[in-house]
């Protein structure tokens, strides 16, 4: 509360000085700081945490692909003989990423479709993944037929 005082007897001007007391300070938006920031930390810190990049596939709105299409097909025999698709030519997997960035020379969008036979397993995928992610190729997409398709 302010507390009135009389002023002297000699002084013109005003009668009355007022002055306040700076004893209490207030909280309230001291609070409401802190909780703005609390909650900006919360949205936040899910954000900052880093995983590995997927890029699902959307069917609905899906759009043609422009340009050159580059297909690399593991077949069932990958096992065997380590010999890959790279559109219709046979490439040994060791020799893949050589003939991948050959083709990707020229590119704008270095992207390849990965298609694998339902035998081979996900290490020979990730393997195949692996070797293009070196030759310089940035967006990897499996390839998979839909349910009615023969």
Do not use: H, W
């Not at 043609?64 to 580059?70: F, K, W």
């Not at 339902?118 to 293009?132: C, K, N, P, T, Y």
Request: charged share 25%; net charge positive.
């Amino acid at each position: 509360m302010p507390k009135v005082q009389a002023a002297p007897a000699g002084a013109r001007g005003r009668g009355r000085r007022v002055s306040t007391s700076l004893a209490e300070i207030n909280v309230v938006p001291l609070v409401d700081v802190m909780l703005v920031l609390l909650i900006i930390f919360m949205v936040t810190a899910p954000m900052i945490q880093r995983g590995i990049d997927v890029n699902l596939p959307v069917a609905r709105r899906a759009t043609t692909v422009e340009g050159e299409r580059l297909f690399v097909t593991v077949p069932e025999t990958y096992r065997r003989d380590g010999v890959v698709y790279l559109n219709d030519e046979r490439v040994r997997a060791t020799a893949l990423q050589e003939r991948v960035r050959q083709k990707m020379e020229g590119a704008t969008d270095k992207q390849v479709y990965l298609r694998g036979d339902g035998a081979v397993q996900l290490q020979e995928l990730m393997s195949i993944m692996d070797r293009l992610k070196d030759a310089g190729v940035e967006k990897v997409a499996i390839v998979a037929k839909a349910p009615g398709e023969l």
